[in-house]
């Protein structure tokens, strides 16, 4: 009885435990799906390009498309969708940029390229020089916000245990290293990239290499020349922020003989498509990507496909055109609408009263803005201005002439009185800080997609974003050359902007005349912050003194006239007003130069120096 | 019944003991101290964090300074624990010259420091008062630092205490400021929404080097 038991209890623990032992083998041998190794990527094309593909994902930084808040940090925008912006001071992390996690994964890639046997020889070489140049672009991200940081080469580290971290703290390289070190990358990248143009200006090419290297060059150019004319300049004793005054020249060399080359031999122009209606010229210059000519280099977006949509569109369209419930999220201020010239006279203030202080009466609400600057129209929608065919009705209410006086009417968004006379558009503007109405007096044209569809939620805008284009070539050669004392020089290469914009040559040229070039021309296209930051000059403009011309927002709202039986009845006139949902002027103070550092950087890295001010 | 009660009881036995052995004491030791030149306390701006000193502590892995706040009559305090810090003012920050010599404070219980540092100017015979719908102020600047150049000279009103170049209701900013001589100017409040509503009102004056972060102000006084 005893032994019958214990056969039995073995046999079942047999037959247990091999099925048991059977039930596990297939599950553990399974190859894992989230994890590559180097091998199954770089031994295969798609994988390759796949990993190309998620670097172009995440170069993008600073003012973009894909943050419409971003337009309202500077003196470009302002805040529209609900309650106020609080905003005063710029941040000691305002745009900075540190991604050493992104150069080590082009680091990687680099060496599992070189090592691939999949590829030929040349696609190798074009996809070394892409990768290098993007290597560049970030260093340069994050060059212009922080000064000099560490320069790790094509370094790959590895930690393992009990292995002295000293040998992977790296110090941070001089401010000029670090521009010397992305010219050099562009140099060499733009010798493997190809010439030719590429879909939507999605992808480096030899010409985005080389403007990176124009770029780079002036800023360094700059930052050598005009810190070093502040009253106490801004540096670090080891010359981590701060370049040396003599090496400007050098620089401003490099800066015009790399942007002539992207002038006298790329195959890009100042497109000039429409001669007869320059504002659109620009806009579609700008915004539109069917054979364009303009852009160099682009963060593209597509349709369809999911997540490369960006909701610019949907967020700032204007009210009556949209499409959704979203709609004036932000619009742009009088501060850069008046910036821009006359064709003729180049302070550009709109002409709101006359000497005695009365109304200037206008019209139609379009007609305060003839005669200005082409690019106005092609970057702003202005007040009963065209969008997709129809007007954009943008008017605050009525100015009523009553005994003698004016009286200002307003209503509810939409409302209309007696007579059947709209009194606030629905567009807005208003000073309340109810949702979706404008209260700036103005909308974005430039990145506006004119696509049907495009401004819904559900399939948003596939608008691009240049972060290259011929302009800035030709303005980068007229500041090189204005500094170098070549004035013919950079008056040729400025005026040729100028005529696309349809104003006056200019017969001298200074920085303020290349400042205010640039102010206009690349306006919401990431440029007003960084370049306000290497001419010295953001500390001046942004002064955070209530009521500045500069640092303040402005609005101009426009009204209708009603004065039955006087001449001026159904004319227009407006009002400058401050931007009511800026609540503080822009305040840029001497710290915010240089980002500060990151103390968990210097407790990882003691090598770490601090910038200035911390 | 009672076998919830006893239940419950226990629960909240439990519950009340489960806190307080892992906590740290709060720090119980205050750093009270000006920053001072000639003995007389800087005034500088009290609000957004603007002025700070640092303090430092040796003998840890870290040495991330601790941000201690100088308020707008140029007094700060800090709340930390006992043992030796190093007091430091912030690189190229406030209103004097650039100096980084340590002050060491051995703290038991309550620390009094003076840290000493030299302004580029400075503002004295200052008088504020309001005749009218005007602010009279007048003041005299003396360089102390051999150069620098004066930005400008401000007038600053405000609706509280705080009052300096961000937070105010009123200013006027004077250029060409001669040094060694009292300066008499007015600001006109007539239009001043704040003045026309009868609210309290503070003011003080204030001096911007050229190329400085921060200006040095005169202490405030209530004008209304």
Request: aromatic share 10%.
């Amino acid at each position: 009885m005893k032994t019958t038991y214990k056969s039995i209890f073995r046999i079942i623990l047999l037959v247990c435990s091999m099925a048991h032992l059977q039930s596990c083998s297939d599950f553990l041998e399974r190859q894992p799906d989230q994890i590559l190794t180097d091998d199954q990527i770089f031994g295969d094309k798609v994988m390759i390009r796949s990993v190309l593909a998620n670097f172009y994902g995440r170069v993008t930084w600073g003012q973009h498309i894909g943050d419409w808040y971003s337009f309202t940090v500077l003196d470009e925008a302002g805040k529209s969708d609900q309650g106020p912006d609080n905003m005063q001071n710029f941040g000691n992390s305002h745009w900075r940029v540190s991604n050493y996690e992104l150069i080590r994964n082009f680091n990687q890639f680099l060496k599992g390229l070189r090592a691939s046997t999949v590829l030929s020889e040349s696609e190798k070489q074009e996809y070394e020089g892409e990768v290098r140049f993007l290597r560049a672009w970030t260093y340069f991200n994050m060059c212009r916000g922080l000064g000099g940081m560490p320069i790790v080469g094509d370094e790959v580290f590895e930690y393992m245990s009990g292995m002295d971290v000293g040998t992977l703290q790296y110090p941070r390289a001089t401010e000029a290293e670090m521009y010397d070190y992305i010219i050099a990358e562009c140099e060499a990248a733009a010798l493997m990239l190809p010439a030719s143009t590429n879909t939507n200006a999605a992808r480096a090419n030899r010409w985005v290499a080389v403007m990176l290297q124009a770029r780079s060059a002036i800023y360094a150019g700059s930052l050598a020349n005009y810190n070093n004319k502040m009253t106490s300049p801004i540096r670090t004793s080891g010359g981590e922020v701060g370049i040396p005054a003599n090496l400007a020249s050098t620089y401003y060399e490099k800066a015009l003989k790399a942007a002539q080359e992207v002038i006298n031999t790329s195959p890009y122009s100042l497109q000039m498509t429409k001669p007869d209606d320059l504002e659109r010229n620009f806009y579609e210059a700008l915004s539109v990507k069917t054979n364009n000519t303009e852009v160099i280099w682009a963060r593209d977006h597509g349709y369809p496909g999911e997540g490369q949509q960006v909701n610019f569109t949907t967020m700032n369209i204007p009210g009556s055109h949209a499409e959704d419930i979203d709609r004036a999220a932000a619009g742009p201020i009088l501060n850069l609408v008046e910036d821009f010239e006359y064709v003729d006279n180049r302070n550009g203030d709109i002409k709101i009263r006359d000497e005695q202080g009365n109304f200037v009466f206008y019209d139609d609400p379009l007609d305060a803005f003839a005669n200005k600057d082409a690019r106005l129209g092609g970057s702003v929608i202005l007040p009963n201005a065209l969008f997709r065919g129809t007007a954009v009705e943008i008017q605050a209410g009525h100015k009523v002439w009553n005994n003698g006086t004016w009286q200002t009417v307003t209503s509810t968004p939409g409302e209309r009185d007696n007579a059947g006379r709209i009194i606030t558009s629905a567009n807005g503007p208003n000073r309340s800080n109810e949702q979706f109405i404008n209260k700036s007096g103005f909308f974005f044209r430039k990145f506006l997609d004119e696509t049907p569809g495009a401004s819904t939620r559900g399939r948003n805008s596939d608008m691009w974003y240049p972060r290259f284009r011929f302009a800035e070539a030709v303005l980068i050669a007229a500041e090189a050359a204005m500094e170098l004392g070549q004035q013919s020089i950079a008056l040729g290469y400025i005026n040729q902007v100028r005529d696309r914009a349809g104003i006056q040559h200019l017969t001298a040229i200074s920085i303020d005349d290349i400042i205010q070039e640039r102010r206009v021309e690349f306006a919401f296209e990431n440029h007003r912050y960084w370049d306000l930051k290497r001419f010295r000059r953001a500390h001046i403009i942004w002064n955070g003194v209530v009521n500045s011309t500069t640092a303040q927002h402005w609005a101009l709202f426009p009204y209708l006239v009603v004065a039955p039986g006087t001449p001026n009845d159904g004319k227009y006139v407006f009002d400058r007003l401050t931007f009511s949902n800026s609540l503080h002027p822009r305040f840029f103070e001497l710290r915010n130069y240089y980002n500060f550092i990151d103390l968990g950087w210097q407790n990882a890295n003691p090598k770490i120096v601090l910038n200035p001010f911390q | 019944m009672k076998k919830i009660l006893y239940t419950l009881s226990l629960c909240s036995v439990l519950t009340m003991t489960g806190c307080g052995l892992d906590n740290r004491d709060e720090p119980e030791s205050t750093i009270r101290g000006r920053v001072v030149y000639d003995g007389e306390p800087v005034g500088v701006r009290g609000t957004g964090e603007a002025v700070q000193l640092q303090l430092f502590q040796d003998g840890y892995e870290l040495r991330n300074p601790v941000p201690v706040y100088v308020t707008q009559d140029g007094s700060f305090e800090i709340k930390i624990f006992d043992g030796e810090y190093k007091l430091v003012t912030r690189n190229n920050n406030g209103p004097w010259v650039n100096d980084r010599d340590t002050t060491v404070v051995r703290l038991q219980g309550m620390a009094n420091v003076d840290i000493e540092v030299t302004p580029l100017f400075t503002l004295s015979n200052v008088a504020l008062s309001l005749s009218g719908g005007s602010l009279s102020a007048s003041f005299q600047v003396d360089q102390v630092t051999q150069g620098w150049d004066i930005d400008y000279a401000t007038i600053v009103v405000g609706r509280t205490l705080f009052v300096d170049d961000v937070s105010y209701t009123a200013r006027r900013d004077l250029r060409d400021i001669d040094t060694g001589v009292l300066t008499t100017e007015l600001l006109d409040l007539t239009e001043n929404a704040d003045f026309k509503n009868g609210r309290a009102l503070y003011a003080r004056v204030g001096l911007r080097a050229a190329g400085k972060d921060q200006s040095i102000y005169s202490q405030v006084i209530k004008i209304r």
